[in-house]
């Protein structure tokens, strides 16, 4: 099967690599044009602009950083939007909020092409690994279509029904996964700064109620102040924001994810939106050492 494949941050380049290695063909386009290379050397085309890589595949999917970049891929010069129709499919995995899904999910079916939201839960390693979450809505015969590339994507895919679904699942998963990170980091500095050796903690947590692949995976590397990567701080806050935004719309009283989005402001305003989000870490300590 051919694929475009548009995005090639973090996530992108992991998942088209993973499809090309499975034998799908794929042919991806990235802004900034360098970041296609290393998908290139595994076996990918390029495509000068979205709309190209549309026009050449019958399937496109995206994964880009936030509502105004899976806007803009679609709707800007040389967007998807030139070149969907009848008989193509476009299928956005970047986190965004349901109003934006919904909005290019009727730009494309009005062009007569079919639209999948599909957000992904999972970061860099289960992207290159393909044991993603895969938490899709929308157009029930594409999602049939695209089986066969979520299946190396990831280890498990949930169609939730009408666009906009998918979005908010997203964000919920999201919403819990920052307040947690939260909790954690603030944990942490209580433990260090009480005299306990922080290293206990971990093994503690690691045998009890509350024991998870996240506390066991980050935690180590927080400890050594590496905060490398993996999810960006900057997108985790964006998902905050959205998800709180959610919460408005529905009338649900969320103190403590509006909390933690605080503190994921407070570490982008410190400079640290592009490492990874447990950075969060470094807000507890300031606010400690200030006080
Ligand atoms: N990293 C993770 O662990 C996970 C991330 N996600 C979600 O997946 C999405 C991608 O995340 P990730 O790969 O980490 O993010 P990155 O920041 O690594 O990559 C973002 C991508 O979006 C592109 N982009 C940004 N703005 C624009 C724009 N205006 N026009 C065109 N392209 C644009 C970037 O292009 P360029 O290279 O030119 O900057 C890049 O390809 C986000 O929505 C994120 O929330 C979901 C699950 C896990
Ligand atoms: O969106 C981030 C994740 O780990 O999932």
Same mark, same amino acid.
């Given at each position: 099967?051919?694929?475009?494949?548009?995005? &090639?941050?973090?996530?992108?380049? @992991?998942? #088209?690599?993973?499809?090309? +290695?499975? *034998?799908?063909?794929?042919?991806?386009? /990235?802004?900034?044009?360098?970041?296609?290379?290393?998908?290139?050397?595994?076996?990918?085309?390029?495509?000068?602009?979205?709309?190209?890589?549309?026009?050449?595949?019958?399937?496109?999917?995206?994964? &880009?950083?936030?509502?105004?970049? @899976?806007? #803009?891929?679609?709707?800007? +010069?040389? *967007?998807?939007?030139?070149?969907?129709? /009848?008989?193509?499919?476009?299928?956005d995995m970047s986190t965004v909020d349901s109003q934006t899904s919904c909005k290019i999910s009727e730009a494309i079916t009005s062009k007569g092409g079919h639209f999948l939201e599909a957000p992904v839960s999972g970061s860099k390693q289960p992207a290159e690994t393909g044991q993603l979450i895969i938490l899709a809505a929308g157009d029930k015969a594409l999602y049939e279509e695209a089986v066969p590339a979520f299946n190396v994507l990831g280890k498990k895919s949930f169609f939730l029904g009408q666009t906009g679904n998918g979005a908010k699942m997203k964000?919920?998963?999201?919403?819990?996964?920052?307040?947690?990170?939260?909790?954690?980091?603030?944990?942490?500095?209580?433990?260090?700064?009480?005299?306990?050796?922080?290293?206990?903690?971990l093994d503690v947590l690691d045998l009890g109620g509350i024991a998870n692949p996240m506390f066991r995976g980050k935690g180590p590397a927080m400890l050594r102040d590496n905060h490398l990567p993996a999810f960006p701080l900057k997108h985790q806050q964006k998902d905050m924001r959205l998800a709180l935004a959610l919460g408005d719309e529905n009338?649900?009283?969320?103190?403590?994810?509006?909390?933690?989005?605080?503190?994921?402001?407070?570490?982008?305003?410190?400079?640290?939106?592009?490492?990874?989000?447990?950075?969060?870490?470094?807000?507890?300590?300031?606010?400690?050492?200030?006080?």
């Amino acid at each position: 099967m051919e694929v475009g494949f548009l995005g &090639l941050g973090i996530m992108g380049k @992991a998942m #088209s690599i993973n499809l090309l +290695k499975n *034998g799908f063909k794929v042919t991806v386009w /990235n802004r900034t044009l360098s970041k296609c290379d290393e998908v290139v050397a595994h076996g990918a085309s390029v495509g000068a602009t979205p709309a190209e890589v549309v026009k050449k595949c019958k399937i496109t999917i995206a994964i &880009l950083s936030d509502p105004a970049a @899976a806007l #803009s891929v679609v709707f800007d +010069k040389d *967007g998807v939007l030139e070149q969907i129709c /009848n008989g193509k499919g476009y299928i956005d995995m970047s986190t965004v909020d349901s109003q934006t899904s919904c909005k290019i999910s009727e730009a494309i079916t009005s062009k007569g092409g079919h639209f999948l939201e599909a957000p992904v839960s999972g970061s860099k390693q289960p992207a290159e690994t393909g044991q993603l979450i895969i938490l899709a809505a929308g157009d029930k015969a594409l999602y049939e279509e695209a089986v066969p590339a979520f299946n190396v994507l990831g280890k498990k895919s949930f169609f939730l029904g009408q666009t906009g679904n998918g979005a908010k699942m997203k964000l919920v998963v999201n919403m819990i996964l920052g307040s947690v990170m939260n909790a954690f980091s603030e944990g942490l500095v209580l433990a260090e700064r009480s005299g306990l050796n922080p290293h206990d903690l971990l093994d503690v947590l690691d045998l009890g109620g509350i024991a998870n692949p996240m506390f066991r995976g980050k935690g180590p590397a927080m400890l050594r102040d590496n905060h490398l990567p993996a999810f960006p701080l900057k997108h985790q806050q964006k998902d905050m924001r959205l998800a709180l935004a959610l919460g408005d719309e529905n009338g649900v009283s969320m103190p403590v994810a509006a909390a933690a989005n605080e503190a994921f402001k407070k570490a982008r305003s410190m400079g640290l939106g592009d490492l990874d989000f447990s950075a969060v870490l470094e807000t507890v300590k300031l606010l400690k050492q200030s006080s």
